[in-house]
């Protein structure tokens, strides 16, 4: 059995390490210091040496928090607070006075012991932590001139043999007495020196407390550890039906059992909040092994909890480093929480106890009633039918939440999508953050909100009619997350590589080209054992209805940049769908793939042989961001037939409706920052001006909805949102800002023409999803590199009355053109979006738009009608009507159009018309017209009479 003496708890740069040094080594808070940081040593993270600036952000506080008085500095801002100065060769300074640096008040300046230190660059991409111990924390120096220093032990607790001496020494920067306790009994005291050493031999458990007051003063320091006897775990089975993590008793509620999976492992111990734990490593809490399982466990009373409602708890992984359990549900973050904390997105959140121990705790909350799920019924959308709204709840709305989205799904609802896929909310590193970062793969970011309240939204969603899919990451993950701490080559360090014996991460990426934190092994058993696990967790504990599975093309251990035939890749993804069917016949799959086609093909079809008509199949991410962008900007290179399978080589063995398409996601550049940055012009046509590139977004939105399939949209497209992808903080441009917040855009609601976009895409997503038409497998596209583009679909089992022909045709191009429909036959055609009637007499008969028009046809109008907000039919009257050589509105107007019924505008009136304005009609045949009226806040159409 080895001994441990090595790395554990908490671990303080006291006075100096390689990366940080404060000179004078001891101060008072009082006193001037100088602050060096040296880019050339060994960093957590790390900043470039070559950086051009340095920003200190940092705080003072107590042992407790370090950051509890005061915090100094503004992530991600070249602000100049916090700058430092360049000393050349990478080293950087600045010279501070603690006391008037952080504004501390007179009595919070007698309190302060702590400074806490973390240092970035100017953008706040790159930072540099304390690599010393378990690695990346924040840096943390005492505040004082009286310091005590435990040089040995190095750590919290110490492992011997029974008998096996061990020596107690520390240090004082002033002369001291010191007296060092045993389980509470003085055993030795030592006065008036700065150096103290105490040799004494191992023969049972010991709690220790080093305490030294400056002699002759009162000032007073204290280290605390412990010493145990060599571990030696019971060997005995997992009882039976207890999974990895955490079991109750449902006989016994103060009864809790936790069960870690972790081969090669000699002991492991659990610390906690308890009270004969205090986080501290005793052998009450050392956990029994499963040699056939390769499991550690232990069943612990909660009874004598001192807070009943809450469970803390961590790993002690054979005395060198903790980790909380891999597979929490909740968990408490040294760093992160306190920001969620001032910003009240998770009432009641505990403080961290920073006192006792660092990093991340599995929280349990005890007690916990069960949540009343509303809706137990809930029928999903199809899949052909799904429209579905990525979003980021960060960036959605002010207090980047759960009952965010709550507040907001009136307007999701009234814009007609069937569901919400959400980017990660498992828990992630920092706050700041997409979610693609994850540490602990199954516990809910609070960052959000709290559990409850993200099933209140799932349940108010499907009240709705609305599945909530979600993101999830399963390529990879942090270097906090727990199993790959627990097995990599530097002893729990936040760093250096994994070994051959970690159970889910890979030792390698071998995928050169794509390579994120760190790669998960899906080859290995135990990984696939932990898929399964979370993905039921997910569907069954908050009642979710599929999942968007990031970056598939990484299932694989593969060589190479994902982008050949893989049949390892496809018998992972397989395997796993085929599990999640054992429990769920019909949640969601989306896969984003981007590997060969022949490959997706297989996918997609896979389980679809006709056995069960419940069975949907796989989809994959269909990503025409590019060539719809090209289309709306009036270029060439415009082709995105690939929204749909029917885009695909050998389209006619692909599963129908498995490509879920879209125009923009997460990861690609907003269309109309585009149209307004790049778009194309012609004279006084120009896609650049707002108004204009506004409505490029409704011409492609015809020629996106109206294609059979599912799709996607990302949040606020409908309302053209126009920052860029890249668009920092500080309103420039920068790849480096990919993912860094974005401005709220809600005030976009208050410009008509933006509500437009939005009007236009109800219309065509409530036409998609009301009409059997966009169910059909005949349909055509012709969507070439060509301005001129058409789709025609066919619904061959259409009875009398419905929808038999739906026909698109649209300009994208930037000058007037005519073109031919080909309406498949003669008679009453509609355009759906006006209900404007076109009397087709000659299926080869022509129209003309103009650049950016479009019209849906239909050889009937939809069963319901395409409503928006707009000015109600009734009270808009056109007047006389029969008319001679003029009409009248009895409502303001900035646009009036008229119509003949073969859809040609024969008249164009633009201005500010008062109510009863008087329109000139009088070069207009006889005839029956439709009067098109556009307003600041809507669009109305009725028909009108020239004698």
Known sequence: MKKIYLLS????????????????????????????VDLSQDQCNGIAETASKVYMHSGIGTETNAFGFSVIGNWGQDDGVGEMTSQGNGIFSITITPSDYYGLSPEQASNATRMGLV????????????????????????????????????????????????????????????????????????????????????NADIAFELVATETGGTETKTENFNLLLTPDPDLSPVPSGMVNGINFDPSNPDEITLVLYAPNKDFIHVASNLPDSDYAINNTYLMNIDPVQDKHWITIDLSNATNQDNFFYEYVIENEFRVPDPFSKLSLNQFNDPFIMS????????????????????????????????????ERPDQEDLVVYEMLIRDFDENHSYQDVLDRLDYLEELGINAIQLMPISEFDNNDSWGYNPSLHMSIDKYYGTPEKFKELVDEAHARGIAVILDVVYNHGTAQSPYFRMYNDCNGCFGGNATAENPIFAEFDPNPTFSFFEKINHNKAFTQEWLDMMNQYWLEEYNIDGF???????????????????????????????????????AYVILEHFAPDNEEQVLVNHRLDGSNPDENG???????????GQASMGYDNSNFNRVSYKGRPNSQNWSPHSILG????????????RNLSFGNSNGSYDITNLNTGLERLELTGAFFFTVPGPKMIWQFGEIGFDYSINHCPDGTINNDCRTAQKPLVWDYLNNPNRMEVYDTWKKLIQFKRQDPIFKTTNFTLEVGNDVEKKIFLVNNNAADGEIRYVTIVGNFGLNTITTQPFFQEPGMWYDVLTETPYNVT????????????????????????LSIEDVQKEIINVYPNPASNEFAINTEAQAVEVYNLAGKRVAKFEGNFSANHKFDVSNLNSGLYIVKLNSNTSTATTKLMIN
């Open 119 to 202: 240092f970035r660059n100017a953008s706040g991409n790159q930072e540099m932590k304390n690599p010393v111990g378990n690695g990346c924390e924040d840096f943390i120096f005492n505040v004082g001139s009286f310091q005590l220093s435990l040089t040995s032990p190095t750590t919290s607790a110490i492992i011997l043999d029974f008998g096996e001496q061990f020596t107690i020494t520390a240090s004082t920067s002033l002369n001291a007495d010191f007296t060092l306790t045993a389980n509470g009994t003085a055993i030795n005291t030592q006065n008036n020196t700065q150096n103290y050493s105490y040799t004494l031999s191992a």
């Open 9 to 36: 708890f908490l671990l303080f740069s006291f006075i100096m390490n390689a990366q940080v040094s404060i000179s004078p080594e001891t101060f008072e808070v009082d006193e001037e210091i100088t602050i060096t």
């Open 343 to 378: 910003e009240g997105v998770f009432p009641g959140l505990p403080s961290f106890p920073t006192d006792k121990t660092s990093n991340i705790l599995t929280w349990v909350r005890l007690n916990q009633p069960e949540y009343n799920w509303q809706i137990t019924d809930f």
């Open 842 to 865: 000659d299926t080869g008969m022509n129209i003309t738009l103009e650049p950016g028009e479009f019209i849906v046809f239909a050889d009937e109008l939809p069963e319901e009608t």
């Open 662 to 673: 879209y125009m923009e996601s997460h990861d690609e550049e907003r269309q109309m920052y």
């Open 618 to 628: 796989m989809m994959t991410w269909g990503n025409v961001n590019f060539q719809y």
């Open 548 to 586: 968007r599975f990031d970056f598939t093309k990484g299932f694989t251990m593969t060589s190479g940049d994902g982008g050949a035939y893989d049949q390892p890749r496809i018998d992972n993804l397989t395997r796993m769908y085929n599990e999640m069917r054992q429990y769920d016949e019909e």
